[in-house]
């Protein structure tokens, strides 16, 4: 491979960083949103949030990349940015997900907890960001580092829509060089140096947070 | 938004063949995964280290990486060492592979669950390894692992519209397909977008009432 190929590489992982990073946000804020809201007392708000993980859960992403990047253009007229599209894509689909981690993880802190708050007369805003949060996020990390490399999976995805990512411009030195074996073996290997970074920073981020509740 | 019914009817036969196809993928790949995941756990059983490195290695690497690019790997990289599979095929060894890894921890989960007693008084009965696992300890492992496989089955129908880059006319595929020639988007993603809901639901449904009647 030729230098000029590898820069071309180079930027593909830059890119597929990037829109890790982005889509990561917009999955962590739709799944306490969402998370949150199927532990609201409203019933209207927990029907709302239950029917939103059952679609986007139940939708195959690719298919919903598909859709964000072919169908809202034509039918709304909203025309996003590549970047964008991918994001909001992903961040939907995969913050159905995240919100079920969330909330099995406030189900699962101690219901003294909550009634301890009720008793210091917490509105229900401190009580889920004073109480129930801090103590449920340490248990939320490993599952939202499966979800995290999904993820960087995920985002292969929208190769396909011409978004020149890690997995689209392995496929253009694939044409370059006439040669599939090693490029591949190649791209498969970056995903997978990432993915490993990825789940060791979660670890140490999990043992931090653990530590700061045990104080 | 303007919607096209008669364009929904017409293309709706063709979309049901590749619903066919894909659920053809699912069932395929769906056993290669069972199949090939208990292998896995076998062999990470063994107590030679030998055998257990390398198969980490291996199943870790798989299922840390994107299954899209390992589809383009199978289906470039196969006919080069010789061998010609069609797309199909090829798709269903992905998604069987890169399942098998998941499936893996689950029988691992499954077989750790069994309570050590009954290893025990298997071998106070003196059993033979055989029928300790045909008759005490599988009977009680499949029983916590049909669920979770369940949900995995579930997760890998979401996967097979990825077979669409390698050339199988699955319902995505098809979709595509019709779009570029009528220049016609709404319509066909969205309809598939709802069956894949439709399907993905109706077998969590089923899921739910089988878990039910495992645990009972």
């Not at chain 1, 139940?58 to 590549?82: C, E, K, R, T, Y």
Request: glycine share 8%; charged share 15%; aromatic share 12%.
């Amino acid at each position: 491979m030729t230098a000029g190929l590898w820069e071309l590489v180079l930027q593909g992982t830059t890119t597929t960083l990037q829109l890790l990073v982005y889509s990561a946000l917009l999955t962590l804020v739709v799944a306490f949103v969402v998370g949150a809201a199927r532990t609201h007392r409203s019933r209207l708000a927990r029907f709302l949030a239950a029917c939103y993980t059952e679609v986007f859960r139940g939708i195959s992403a690719l298919v919903m990349i598909f859709w964000v990047f072919f169908v809202l253009p034509v039918a709304f007229g909203w025309q996003l940015v590549p970047m964008w599209a991918g994001t909001l894509a992903l961040g939907l689909t995969y913050g159905a997900y995240g919100a079920e981690i969330v909330r099995g993880a406030l189900a699962a802190v101690d219901p003294a907890q909550r009634e301890g708050g009720i008793a210091l007369g917490f509105s229900p805003w401190q009580r889920l960001r004073l109480v129930l949060l801090p103590q449920a996020v340490p248990e939320m990390i490993p599952s939202f580092s499966n979800l995290l490399v999904e993820l960087l999976k995920g985002t292969a995805l929208v190769s396909i829509t011409g978004m020149g990512d890690l997995a689209f411009s392995g496929n253009l030195v694939r044409l370059a060089l006439q040669q599939s074996g090693r490029i591949y073996a190649y791209l498969l290997l970056i995903y997978f140096v990432i993915a490993f970074l990825l789940t060791r920073g979660m670890r140490v981020l999990e043992r931090r947070l653990k530590a700061e509740v045990a104080r | 938004m303007s919607w096209d019914w008669g364009a929904v009817a017409d293309f709706l036969p063709y979309f049901v063949s590749g619903l066919v196809v894909t659920l053809e993928a699912l069932a395929l790949g769906s056993l290669i995964s069972f199949a090939l995941g208990l292998v896995w756990t076998l062999l990470l059983r063994t107590p030679t280290r030998w055998v257990r490195w390398p198969v980490g290695v291996l199943t870790e690497f798989v299922r840390d990486t994107p299954l899209l690019v390992q589809l383009f790997f199978l289906f470039y990289v196969l006919p080069e060492a010789g061998l010609t599979l069609s797309p199909l095929t090829t798709g269903v060894i992905g998604l069987g592979l890169h399942y098998s890894t998941y499936t893996m921890q689950v029988y691992r989960a499954g077989i750790e669950a069994v309570p050590p007693g009954q290893w025990e008084a298997a071998t106070a009965l003196s059993l033979p390894v055989r029928r300790t696992w045909a008759a005490v300890i599988l009977p009680q492992a499949v029983r916590r692992v049909v669920p979770p496989l369940g949900n995995y089955v579930i997760a890998m129908l979401k996967d097979t519209p990825m077979l669409m880059t390698i050339g199988v006319l699955e319902m995505l595929g098809r979709a595509r397909l019709v779009s570029q020639q009528h220049f016609q988007f709404t319509e066909p993603l969205t309809v598939i977008g709802i069956a894949f809901v439709v399907v993905s639901y109706l077998a969590s449904l089923c899921l739910r009432t089988l878990e039910r009647r495992l645990v009972r």
